[in-house]
Nanobody, 122 residues
Framework: QVQLVESGGGLVQAGSSLRLSCAAS????????LGWFRQAPGKEREFVAA????????VYADSVQGRFTISRDNAKKMVSLEMNSLKAEDTAVYYC???????????????WGQGTQVTVSS
């Protein structure tokens, strides 16, 4: 099994920055990539970004491209999401998730963290 724990959420003003972290533990060798998803009230969960452990290949949703940066630290088994120029519409619960498949096949993410709240005030 793989355990994922998110941290770093909070309340910020529009235009500011925030950094989320995800610590992975357990049988992380079972995973190929880690990603971030988010779910706003009344909306479906959506993909935000992902990074592969090997090679550090990154993928971003169009809505965050150029504003968010995902990175990984293989030695610490951590993935971070640096969020800049935050907007009110970025408000959501952010989840860290892991997959042993291609990171853009969203239905194959099979390990999930508990989520961390990000609130952006306008």
């Amino acid at each position: 099994q793989v355990q994922l724990v998110e941290s770093g959420g909070g309340l910020v003003q529009a235009g500011s920055s925030l950094r989320l972290s995800c610590a992975a533990s357990g049988r992380t060798s079972l995973t190929y990539a880690l990603g971030w998803f988010r779910q706003a009230p009344g909306k479906e969960r959506e993909f935000v970004a992902a990074v592969t452990w090997s090679g550090g290949r990154t993928v971003y949703a169009d809505s965050v491209q150029g504003r968010f940066t995902i990175s990984r630290d293989n030695a610490k088994k951590m993935v971070s999401l640096e969020m800049n120029s935050l907007k009110a519409e970025d408000t959501a619960v952010y989840y860290c998730a892991a997959t042993n498949s291609e990171p853009t096949i969203f239905r194959l993410y099979n390990y999930w963290g508990q989520g961390t709240q990000v609130t952006v005030s306008s």
